[in-house]
Protein backbone atom coordinates (compact mmCIF):
# COMPACT_ATOMS: atom_id res chain seq x y z
CA UNK A 1 0.00 0.00 0.00
CA UNK A 2 1.10 3.42 -0.99
CA UNK A 3 0.26 6.70 0.59
CA UNK A 4 1.28 9.65 -0.97
CA UNK A 5 1.85 12.14 1.79
CA UNK A 6 1.87 15.67 0.28
CA UNK A 7 3.40 19.20 1.56
CA UNK A 8 2.99 22.62 0.71
CA UNK A 9 0.48 24.55 -1.10
CA UNK A 10 -0.76 27.88 0.20
CA UNK A 11 -1.68 31.21 -0.90
CA UNK A 12 0.19 33.90 -2.89
CA UNK A 13 -0.32 36.30 -4.94
CA UNK A 14 0.06 36.33 -9.10
CA UNK A 15 3.25 36.39 -9.78
CA UNK A 16 4.78 34.27 -6.69
CA UNK A 17 5.82 30.92 -6.79
CA UNK A 18 5.30 28.24 -4.27
CA UNK A 19 6.63 24.48 -4.07
CA UNK A 20 4.72 20.98 -3.57
CA UNK A 21 5.92 17.78 -2.14
CA UNK A 22 5.07 14.58 -2.40
CA UNK A 23 6.76 11.44 -0.12
CA UNK A 24 5.75 8.10 -1.32
CA UNK A 25 5.57 6.87 2.61
CA UNK A 26 4.94 2.97 2.94
CA UNK A 27 6.58 1.43 0.03
CA UNK A 28 9.59 -0.14 -0.45
CA UNK A 29 9.30 -1.20 -4.30
CA UNK A 30 9.83 0.61 -7.88
CA UNK A 31 7.44 3.19 -8.80
CA UNK A 32 7.12 3.78 -12.42
CA UNK A 33 5.56 7.68 -12.64
CA UNK A 34 5.12 10.34 -10.15
CA UNK A 35 3.43 13.19 -10.93
CA UNK A 36 0.69 16.12 -10.07
CA UNK A 37 -2.52 16.64 -10.85
CA UNK A 38 -4.77 19.94 -10.61
CA UNK A 39 -8.57 20.27 -10.09
CA UNK A 40 -10.61 23.75 -9.67
CA UNK A 41 -14.40 23.42 -8.62
CA UNK A 42 -16.27 22.71 -11.59
CA UNK A 43 -13.62 21.47 -13.90
CA UNK A 44 -12.01 18.13 -14.16
CA UNK A 45 -8.69 16.50 -12.69
CA UNK A 46 -5.95 17.19 -14.91
CA UNK A 47 -2.59 16.17 -15.43
CA UNK A 48 0.10 19.29 -14.45
CA UNK A 49 3.32 17.37 -14.55
CA UNK A 50 5.00 14.06 -14.32
CA UNK A 51 7.82 11.97 -14.58
CA UNK A 52 8.71 8.25 -15.10
CA UNK A 53 11.21 6.24 -13.95
CA UNK A 54 13.75 7.10 -16.96
CA UNK A 55 13.40 10.82 -15.71
CA UNK A 56 11.04 11.40 -18.91
CA UNK A 57 8.75 14.59 -18.14
CA UNK A 58 5.18 15.39 -19.28
CA UNK A 59 3.55 19.16 -18.84
CA UNK A 60 0.55 20.32 -19.24
CA UNK A 61 0.95 23.17 -21.91
CA UNK A 62 -0.15 25.59 -19.64
CA UNK A 63 2.43 25.42 -17.02
CA UNK A 64 5.47 24.89 -19.44
CA UNK A 65 8.39 27.44 -18.54
CA UNK A 66 6.68 27.97 -15.39
CA UNK A 67 6.72 25.11 -13.40
CA UNK A 68 9.64 22.32 -12.88
CA UNK A 69 9.33 18.57 -11.51
CA UNK A 70 11.68 16.81 -10.27
CA UNK A 71 12.48 13.77 -8.70
CA UNK A 72 14.22 11.59 -6.37
CA UNK A 73 14.08 8.19 -7.11
CA UNK A 74 15.93 6.46 -4.13
CA UNK A 75 13.35 8.25 -1.76
CA UNK A 76 10.42 7.75 -3.85
CA UNK A 77 9.84 11.59 -3.43
CA UNK A 78 8.36 14.59 -6.09
CA UNK A 79 8.87 18.22 -5.92
CA UNK A 80 7.12 20.92 -8.07
CA UNK A 81 8.35 24.06 -7.95
CA UNK A 82 5.81 26.60 -9.18
CA UNK A 83 7.23 29.91 -10.38
CA UNK A 84 4.89 33.19 -12.09
CA UNK A 85 1.59 31.46 -10.52
CA UNK A 86 -1.10 32.77 -11.94
CA UNK A 87 -5.11 32.85 -10.88
CA UNK A 88 -5.62 30.38 -13.30
CA UNK A 89 -3.44 27.79 -10.88
CA UNK A 90 -5.96 28.22 -8.50
CA UNK A 91 -6.98 24.64 -7.65
CA UNK A 92 -6.38 21.45 -5.24
CA UNK A 93 -3.11 19.99 -6.29
CA UNK A 94 -2.67 15.76 -5.97
CA UNK A 95 0.21 13.87 -5.92
CA UNK A 96 0.04 10.55 -8.32
CA UNK A 97 1.76 7.62 -7.76
CA UNK A 98 1.65 4.79 -10.19
CA UNK A 99 3.48 1.76 -9.77
CA UNK A 100 5.22 -0.92 -12.01
CA UNK A 101 1.99 -3.11 -11.26
CA UNK A 102 -0.09 -0.27 -12.81
CA UNK A 103 -1.66 0.47 -9.06
CA UNK A 104 -2.43 3.96 -8.87
CA UNK A 105 -2.43 6.13 -5.73
CA UNK A 106 -3.76 9.50 -4.99
CA UNK A 107 -2.50 11.95 -2.19
CA UNK A 108 -5.42 14.11 0.13
CA UNK A 109 -4.54 16.90 -1.82
CA UNK A 110 -3.05 20.31 -1.09
CA UNK A 111 -4.69 23.84 -1.59
CA UNK A 112 -3.38 26.35 -4.07
CA UNK A 113 -4.62 29.51 -4.44
CA UNK A 114 -3.25 33.18 -6.91
CA UNK A 115 -5.18 35.77 -5.93
CA UNK A 116 -4.88 38.94 -8.44
Known amino acids: QVQPVESGGGSVQAGGSLRLTCAASGYSGSISIMGWYRQAPGNERELVADIDSSGSIRYVDTVKGRFTISRDHARNMVDLQMNNLEPGDTATYYC??????????WGQGTQVTVSS
Open 96 to 105: SVRTFGNQHY
